[in-house]
């Protein structure tokens, strides 16, 4: 069974940065693929970003890139997202998520292992 545990959450001002990571257990890392999501109360799970498949660029909602940056590191089963220039919008839980290879994709559906989710709070 895949266990997915994140950290890293927490408040900061607008415009500040956050680094969430995500460490897995209970399967070999290199066979998992990854993706971060966002959820606010009363509203669908929202696709954040996924890391590159085969030398592909890293895929992010369209809400993110250009401010977020999702990196791995294979020999500590982790994954992190860098979160810079942060708005009071991104304020939301945030999980990771995981399923059992195949491509990049953005449909919360998709992924079958959800970590317990941190939150993350931007004040104006």
């Known amino acids: 069974q895949v266990k997915l545990v994140e950290s890293g959450g927490g408040l900061v001002q607008a415009g500040g940065d956050l680094r969430l990571s995500c460490v897995a257990s209970?399967?070999?890392?290199?066979?998992?693929?990854m993706a971060w999501f966002r959820q606010i109360p009363g509203r669908q799970r929202e696709f954040v970003g996924t890391?590159?498949?085969?030398?592909?660029?890293?895929v992010y909602g369209d809400s993110v890139r250009g401010r977020f940056t999702i990196s791995q590191d294979d020999a500590r089963n982790a994954m992190y997202l860098q979160a810079a220039s942060l708005k009071p919008e991104d304020s939301a839980v945030y999980f990771c998520?995981?399923?059992?290879?195949?491509?990049?994709?953005?449909?919360?559906?998709?992924?079958?292992?959800w970590g317990q989710g941190t939150q993350v709070s931007v004040s104006s």
């Open positions: 998520a995981a399923r059992l290879g195949g491509p990049p994709l953005k449909e919360p559906w998709s992924y079958k292992f």
């Open positions: 209970g399967h070999p890392f290199n066979e998992l693929r």
């Open positions: 890391p590159a498949a085969f030398g592909a660029p890293n």
